[in-house]
């Protein structure tokens, strides 16, 4: 990481923020190479997984108001476990205390008091000051940022902590622009925030990140997806009951599905997945899908896999990071809005044929309840209600009682107003359930670069190479003249310009020897250089060198050849090698 981290500073890929003042812990900024690489991963994330899939996009706000994220059950949930230091003040994430001082992999899915007894246990002391943490008290700390919308009695809002409620709250419009058929897919691509307690390892845990997220609404009651597209996808999978053996499953998306691994639209997007990851670069020999542990996996999430990278350098003992996260959340997110927001969060579901019903209903007696019950007579009556739905063999005896805030109620069951009635349904109101592909751009981004980097032996010597596939590579080819003199220098900025002209991102080089301006875009990952001579100038046809950033190898091309020649390297229709 000291590495990476180093050449993302000194070559424009990332550094911390606002370090002229002294700099914030987890705030980045993307320099000129990583903007680019950052936005080519944006991309290809909204080919593959918002146009290929025919889903829509929107951008919705990043400050929302804080019955959203009541609703949603972030104001209550939304925490990480704190420690903090007696001696210094110093606050530290206890979980990940734990999981660097013992072999514990999963502390955030443990109870705080376990995780206070464990930093007794293992005299884990405060990274700070040194000084030891045992007795102190591990609290829970809500992450997310508040804010005010508005001046004066202003309405209180937070910025958002992750893209999904931005689509779940504006679903009641969104499923007409769907016309109400299920299945459908929203995505979206945009900040989020979280106070992380303590930001650590450059870009893998900050407070502002950005994420790409698909939420799928599917009929509950529908078919499984197709998943002939992806069923030969190969994929390394690590289900939960493998774990305590440290056993992976190498396998097929078809496979997984046959034999039960996967829920098959999770394994479904595991495949779109994996195809994904391949064309950015990541290196699937440090590459898994490791399934939630049911005491990890959240409590409304029937299957969980997240999608995990091994950034370590060559030699150490692996760093697993998740870089996303595949889950089948049911329909949680959708009922709770539905309870709280003022509209439906439903689809009406056309049968082909109307059909007839029995429906059990209740009509109190008001006149009974109101003197009998009070100010819970109202609530009674939803009670009675939902029991009807529920449970009609309730109403078989003389009385009914019903609990409401934990308090029984009985009454007479002629008072209930009881009765089952046919009816005709043309059809029915579906709360659709949710699939969820959740994709962190920063730490994908991290992960692309600590899989591209090398270092390696050269006829000049010793380099550092980012080996980035030209899908994501923030400059597609660098232009050089030898030497700018004898024409050869307008002549490469000639090349440059046309070369742009066909939508290629260029970067003219002609300061220093050649063969440190090859080193340069060894170390930004620029796949190819071209590099204008003095056969250029002087032979007919023109030729200019063209060179392979991973083998160094150098071919002479025919100029006009050049960008049908580059573009036959970039899409993989041929390889240096048949040059």
């Known amino acids: 990481m000291t590495a990476l981290t180093e050449l993302a500073k000194r070559r424009g890929f990332f550094f911390q923020s606002s370090e002229t003042y002294g ?25 593959r997984f918002a146009v290929a899939e025919g889903h829509m996009q929107i951008d919705a706000p990043t400050v929302m108001p804080e019955p959203v994220f009541e609703a949603s059950g972030h104001l209550d949930g939304f925490d990480d476990m704190l420690v903090e230091c007696a001696a210094c003040g110093e606050s530290h994430r206890a979980d990940h205390l734990i999981e660097d001082a013992t072999d514990i992999e999963e502390a955030e899915s443990l109870p705080t008091d ?3 007894a464990l930093l007794d246990a293992h005299d884990i002391e405060c990274p700070s000051c040194g000084a030891p943490l045992a007795g102190r008290p591990v609290d829970e700390f ?45 995505t979206q691509v945009g900040k989020s925030y979280r106070n992380e307690i303590s930001p650590r390892n450059a870009l893998v845990r900050t407070r502002e990140f950005t994420q790409a997220e698909l939420e799928l609404f599917v009929d509950p009651a529908g078919n499984d997806p197709d998943v002939t597209p992806v069923a030969d996808v190969e994929v390394t999978l690590y289900p939960a009951e493998n774990q305590p053996d440290g056993e992976y499953v190498e396998t097929t998306v078809g496979e997984a599905v ?53 950034v370590s350098a060559a030699g150490e003992d692996p760093e697993w990071i998740e870089i996303a996260g595949y889950a089948y959340r049911g329909d949680y997110d959708l009922s709770k809005h539905g309870e709280h927001a003022d509209d439906s969060f439903t689809v009406f579901k056309q049968y082909d044929e109307p059909k007839t019903v029995e429906r ?3 009509d109190p007696d008001m006149a009974y309840l109101g003197p009998e019950f ?15 739905e529920r449970d009609r063999a309730a109403f078989e005896g003389e009385s009914v009682t019903v609990e409401v805030d934990g308090e029984a109620y009985e009454m007479p069951t002629e008072k209930t107003g009881f009765e089952v009635a046919a009816e005709t349904e043309a059809g029915r109101h579906v709360t659709p359930h949710v699939v969820e592909p959740s994709i ?53 900025q000639d090349l440059a310009a046309d070369l742009r002209s066909e939508g290629y991102d260029v970067t003219y080089d002609d300061s220093g020897n050649i063969g440190r301006r090859y080193r ?25 060198t063209l060179r392979e950033r991973d083998s160094t190898a150098q071919v002479r091309v025919e100029t006009d050849d050049l960008g049908s020649v580059l573009e036959a390297l970039r899409a993989g229709e041929t390889t240096f090698d048949d040059l």
């Open 23 to 47: 700099g914030v812990s987890g705030f980045y900024t993307y320099g000129p190479q990583g903007a680019s690489l950052k936005e080519r991963v944006e991309e290809t994330w909204r080919e």
């Open 114 to 116: 376990e995780v206070a």
């Open 142 to 186: 809500n992450l997310m940022f508040e804010t005010n919308i508005g001046p004066g009695t202003s309405q209180t809002g937070y910025l958002r902590p992750e893209t999904a409620q931005g689509i779940f709250v504006e679903f009641p419009r969104l499923k007409e622009y769907a016309r109400g058929q299920l299945p459908f897919g929203v």
């Open 258 to 310: 046959t034999e039960g691994i996967v829920d098959p639209w999770v394994a479904y997007y595991l495949g779109v997945a994996t195809e994904w990851y391949e064309t950015i670069g990541v290196d699937f020999e440090r590459f898994r899908y490791r399934q939630h542990q049911p005491g990890e996996r959240a409590h409304y999430a029937s299957d969980c896999w997240d999608a995990e990278a091994d």
């Open 360 to 362: 059990a209903s209740v």
């Open 374 to 388: 009070g100010g819970a007579a109202g609530a009674v009556a939803d009670a009675l209600q939902t029991l009807a």
């Open 440 to 492: 962190g751009i920063d730490r994908t981004v991290y992960t692309v670069l600590a899989h591209a980097y090398d270092e390696d032996e050269v006829d000049e010597g010793e380099r550092t190479v980012l080996r980035l596939t030209p899908t994501v590579a923030p400059t597609g080819v660098a232009v050089f003249p030898l030497m700018d003199k004898d024409g050869m220098g307008e002549r490469a």
């Open 520 to 544: 340069r875009q060894d170390e930004v990952g620029t796949p190819f250089c071209v590099t204008v001579d003095y056969e250029s100038v002087e032979e007919d046809p023109e030729t200019v």
